[in-house]
């Protein structure tokens, strides 16, 4: 365990110690963006009926931000170690594959954690919030985090430079993550697209972290649950034998 936790202990004071950039920023980012988009759509989108614009707005914003920075953690961090040529130190080092992961991951999830709750605190001012399932936001912030720290592992096994992992982020990440149902419901959405986004799976997490606040969504948050976890199980499962066979680490 002690392996385990320098590792983790790193990797949380690699995002710490430039907290104005790895957590300050990407807070007042969504604030800009729940200040643009409700003041346009404020006053002519109602959303499942009753729902104000700003009000449902927010879920998504805190969502998207925890699985934007949750990536950006843990492919940041191996991408860096690998360019920089300081991964031979880890890999030297008698930590088993097993903790490597699991201290990326958690030190992701808990970035995401973090920035998620101030993108919250700061947008309560703008609009009243509900929570009336607080079980299933923290089941989603959670699992949405960890789930993106794991893809991050993996873009950062596999990239070998920055623009790559940029690549990867820009035409996949950032896609997934816009077209996901954070700034609409997708029952506003043509019959064809509506079922084009149930292909796509960071709307079930937006979906269902929704839900937590609401008590409404566009799914069943027991379909997001579990569409949410079997990708969780296949990338960790992914991750792990990659680590195992030391990809593009032990050349």
Known sequence: ???????????????????????????????????????VLEDHVRVYGTLRYTTFLVPGLVMMSILQNSFANASSSLI??????SIVFILLSPVSYGAFFAAYVIAAALRGAMVGIGVLLVT??????????PLWILVF?????????????????????????AAFQNFLIMP?????GVFYSIH???????????????????????YGFFGLSDVSPWQS?????????????????????????RT
Do not use: C
């Open 141 to 165: 912030a959670l699992l949405g985090g960890a789930l993106l720290g794991t893809l991050g592992v993996l873009a950062g096994l596999w990239a070998d430079k920055f623009d790559q992992l």
């Open 80 to 85: 860096q170690s690998k360019v920089m040529g």
């Open 1 to 39: 365990m002690t392996a385990f936790l320098t590792l983790l202990n790193k990797e949380l004071l690699r995002f710490w110690k430039v907290g104005f950039q790895t957590l300050a920023a990407p807070v007042i980012t969504a604030m800009l963006y729940l200040l643009i988009f409700s003041h």
């Open 188 to 210: 506003s959405l043509p019959p064809f697209w509506q079922g084009v986004s149930h292909y796509n799976p960071v709307f079930y997490l937006i979906d269902g972290f929704r």
């Open 225 to 249: 649950l579990a569409v949410a976890s079997s990708g969780f199980v296949l990338m960790t499962a992914l991750s792990l034998e990659l680590l195992r066979r030391g990809y593009k680490l």
């Open 124 to 133: 309560l001012w703008f609009a009243p919030m509900q929570f009336t399932h």
């Open 176 to 180: 997934l993550t816009f077209l996901s």
